[in-house]
Every structure is written in structure tokens, then in C-alpha cells.
T-cell receptor
């Protein structure tokens, strides 16, 4: 079983809908949690970064971390066709330097 | 600030050859990490360099190696290429706290 699990999708939503993405993990030592967006044939782009538990909001994006359940979420409000991409969650232990462990990614399609 | 740059962007090699990929981090960042991305395995950590020293290493064979120069630029080398090494190789730059910014990647095809 992988350390970080993520539903591969695709997740198809109409324009303007809320996109809900999540990851579960098994390593309780993870302290840093990130969400990346990756367009086809491009490098991942950092969207959200959270340390430990809690919520964080940035524009249309909200990230939530529940360490007790080993569960993280990303919500995208007022989704646009330009949000169509693969979304990757990533995590890191405090003692592991900059080694990130990634989920497999969820492909999102926002239809006009 | 300029982002992370990687060269070359595309490479085609044959089995048994070796390849060197280059990465220039964001100015001021001293940590450079390398990742391999394939459709089957996703994004996997190769290694991290910080101040010219390897600080972390993933579970890849010794054919995969890297180094970092005093200006923080990094190179990774893959020797004796195999078909399974075909992948997108990504470099990430960090200023600390696990916050990493990725480059556009080098797409390696091994024939």
C-alpha cells in the first residue's frame, strides 16, 4: 500500500462548481502538506502549502489538513475551464529535509 | 525572481548510453531535489542536494547520481540507460521548510 493515496479520477464538473479533492496518508510523521497543479507536459505548480493541521485559504482555493484522520483536502470554488489539470498532493516529514512524497494525482475536467 | 530552469527540455537516447541533466534553482535557494515522473509510478523522489552535499536519497539504483556546484546549480546523471528510465525528470528548488518549486522538467526517451 502506498504512503499517500489519491483517487486518480477523472473528476468532471461543470464550470462554476466546487471541486473537492482529497488524499489520505499513513505516515503520522508528515508535517508539511502541499497541493500542486500540473498541466499536461509541464512541471508541477505549487498551489497551497500548510504546516501541521488546520485550514488555509488563498483566493478560490482552500486547503484543509486533519492529522487525526490522516486526511487532507483541497477545495476550488467557482471552477473555471482553466482549472482543468492534474492535482497532486505532497507531504514531507519535518526530519526529512525537502523529500516530498506524492499522491498519484487526480485529473480534473471543468466543462464550460 | 526567475524560476527554476532545466536543460535540455527533451532528450532521446538509446539503451546503454548515459545522460546528464542540468538544473538551475531559484536565486538564493540552496536546496535542489530531483524527481522522476512516470505514468505508472507517479512522482518519485531521487535525491536532494544542499550546499553541495547529498542530504537525502530515494530508492533508486546507483546508476542515478547527482551533484551540486558552489552556485547551487545541480546536475543529475543516469548511466547505462534502460528503457524503463524513460520519464519526465523534474528538478525542485527550495529555500527551506519543505516548500519546493518545480522546473518544467526534462523529458527523456530511451529507445
Amino acid at each position: 500500500q502506498k504512503e499517500v493515496e489519491q483517487d486518480p479520477g477523472p473528476l468532471s464538473v461543470p464550470e462554476g462548481a466546487i471541486v473537492s479533492l482529497n488524499c489520505t496518508y499513513s505516515n503520522s510523521a508528515f508535517q508539511y502538506f502541499m497541493w500542486y497543479r500540473q498541466y499536461s507536459r509541464k512541471g508541477p505548480e505549487l498551489l497551497m502549502y500548510t504546516y501541521s493541521s488546520g485550514n488555509k485559504e488563498d483566493g478560490r482555493f482552500t486547503a484543509q489538513v486533519d492529522k487525526s484522520s490522516k486526511y487532507i483536502s483541497l477545495f476550488i470554488r467557482d471552477s473555471q475551464p482553466s482549472d482543468s489539470a492534474t492535482y497532486l498532493c505532497a507531504m514531507s516529514e519535518r526530519a526529512a529535509g525537502n523529500k516530498l512524497t506524492f499522491g498519484g494525482g487526480t485529473r480534473v475536467l471543468v466543462k464550460p | 525572481k526567475a524560476g527554476v530552469t532545466q536543460t535540455p527540455r527533451y532528450l532521446i537516447k538509446t539503451r546503454g548510453q548515459q545522460v546528464t541533466l542540468s538544473c538551475s534553482p531559484i536565486s538564493g535557494h540552496r536546496s535542489v531535489s530531483w524527481y522522476q515522473q512516470t505514468p505508472g509510478q507517479g512522482l518519485q523522489f531521487l535525491f536532494e542536494y544542499f550546499s553541495e552535499t547529498q542530504r537525502n536519497k530515494g530508492n533508486f539504483p546507483g546508476r542515478f547520481s547527482g551533484r551540486q556546484f558552489s552556485n547551487s546549480r545541480s546536475e543529475m546523471n543516469v548511466s547505462t540507460l534502460e528503457l524503463g528510465d524513460s520519464a519526465l525528470y523534474l528538478c525542485a528548488s527550495s529555500g527551506g521548510q519543505a516548500l519546493q518549486y518545480f522546473g518544467p522538467g526534462t523529458r527523456l526517451t530511451v529507445l
